[in-house]
């Protein structure tokens, strides 16, 4: 079974940064590509950002310029930087293997005064 553990979430005043981690239970060499989605409350789940096995990054126009994707060896993080009340969600990480797409469980981010 894989398993996604999220980190990193808090509270931020608007323009503010957060970095999330998010540590998988298998080796993320395994991973097709790894990813961040987010979902606020009474909307559906949107993709974020996401970053292929080969380190190729993608963002939703929302984000671009503000967030970025990276991994290591054994991690995969979200920098968001100028954060806006309008990225309050809860935010989950994603990973590919195979034809196959795990999550994790989420970890909130609050944006505001």
């Known amino acids: 079974q894989v398993q996604l553990v999220e980190s990193g979430g808090g509270r931020v005043q608007p323009g503010g940064s957060l970095r999330l981690e998010c540590a998988p239970s298998v080796s993320i060499n395994s991973a097709r590509s790894m990813g961040w989605y987010r979902q606020a409350p009474g909307k559906q789940r949107d993709m974020v950002a996401t970053?292929?096995?080969?380190?190729f990054t993608n963002y939703a126009d929302s984000v671009r310029g503000r967030f970025a994707i990276s991994r290591d060896n054994a991690k995969v993080f979200l920098q968001m930087n100028s954060l806006k009340p309008d990225d309050t969600a809860v935010y989950y990480c994603t990973i590919q293997i195979d034809l196959l797409n795990f999550w994790g469980r989420g970890t909130q981010v609050t944006v505001s005064s």
């Open positions: 970053i292929t096995s080969g380190g």
